[in-house]
């Protein structure tokens, strides 16, 4: 997690970022003057952005809006102040509707990004300045400070070449609070033979099998919101185990890069929310699922029945077998 400290000025009406991160300063500048760039983690993970203008020059604007996983929107714009190439630059900030016209009701800001060479690469200090306490307290009470702290912790993958940051690690957890958890596993392949491979039924039934001595009986492909679709598995021969199956409705389908669904386990009303993205980088591609569960203990149940084993022994048959070909 890049970001080391988070403080508020009451008195000077300022909220601060400090992130410490490891990469040289023209990397971490390249990475917040590209808007394709930017779009990897200026929004928290479940609201990803899409930059619809960028004009990276004084008096510019760039617009931008974040999705989040049930279809709703938080847009934004800025106005370059000042560009200091790689060193500083700085933004009016303002909430926004679609098209980028400031929102009058909602509180705005004036940022000022810092980039420094430090022994560990870049620390960056960002220091937002607010024109009332009420309006810092505003954003603050919006989620802000845990906003940022999770959307940075996404910026090493993007600083990183993306086999230097992944290969090699298998499927990767990570707990970020106690009802998210964001897996993480990349295969040799492009994103659009991935996406294939998670929405045609022959090419799933082929990988999607856990640990092996299961087969699946049941694919039930849905690609439109509102469609359901349902999964099932048995297992074969001498191996031990019930029949399961899962099912649930899509909220998001954005072809090939995102697929927003429900899912619980058939014949159980305990539900979670799956958001999968696919970012593809030199033929390799970062499978990311940032699951959302009703609480830390149904977290916690999930995790400990060795799904995240399940997972990975299917990740590795599609990348072996599939992808392979």
Not at 39 to 49: H, K, Q, T
Not at 165 to 185: C, N, P, S
Request: glycine share 8%.
């Amino acid at each position: 997690m890049p970001v080391t400290d988070v403080t508020t000025d009451a008195e000077n009406l300022t909220m601060t970022v400090v992130a410490d991160l490891a990469a040289p300063i023209e990397r971490v500048w390249a990475a917040y003057s590209d808007p394709r760039q930017l779009e990897r983690f200026w929004g928290p993970p479940g609201w990803p952005a899409t930059f619809t203008a960028w004009d990276h020059t004084v008096g510019g604007k760039a617009n931008y809006t974040m999705n989040g996983p049930r279809g709703e929107k938080a847009s934004g714009t800025w106005e370059f102040l000042r560009i200091d190439a790689p060193h500083s630059f700085e933004v009016l900030d303002a909430f926004a509707d679609d098209e980028g016209t400031p929102d009058p009701d909602l509180p705005s800001m004036r940022m000022v990004f810092t980039f420094e060479p430090s022994a560990e690469g870049t620390r960056m200090v960002t220091t937002s300045y607010f024109e009332s306490v009420e309006a810092l307290e505003q954003v603050v009470q919006m989620g802000a400070i845990e906003g940022t702290k999770l959307a940075m912790g996404q910026l090493d993958a993007v600083l990183q070449d993306l086999r230097d940051y992944a290969q090699g690690k298998g499927t990767t957890v990570e707990l970020l609070d106690d009802t998210h958890v964001r897996i993480t596993r990349l295969v040799e392949g492009s994103r659009d033979l991935v996406w294939r491979a998670f929405n045609e039924p022959d090419l799933v039934k082929q990988w999607m099998l856990g640990p092996d001595g299961w087969e699946m009986t049941e694919c039930v492909i849905a690609t439109v919101p509102g469609e359901t679709y349902r999964n099932s598995w048995a297992p074969v021969g001498d191996t031990e185990g019930e029949p399961f199956g899962f099912e649930g409705e899509v909220l998001i389908f954005d072809e090939p890069r995102r697929a927003v669904t429900t899912e619980r386990m058939q014949g159980q009303p305990t539900e979670t929310l799956n958001d999968m993205s696919l970012y593809e980088e030199d033929g390799a591609t970062l499978i990311t699922v940032l699951i959302e569960y009703p609480d830390k203990e149904t977290r916690d149940m999930i995790l400990a029945t060795g799904m995240a084993d399940g997972m990975e022994a299917s990740y590795a048959r599609l990348e072996t077998g599939l992808l392979a070909v």
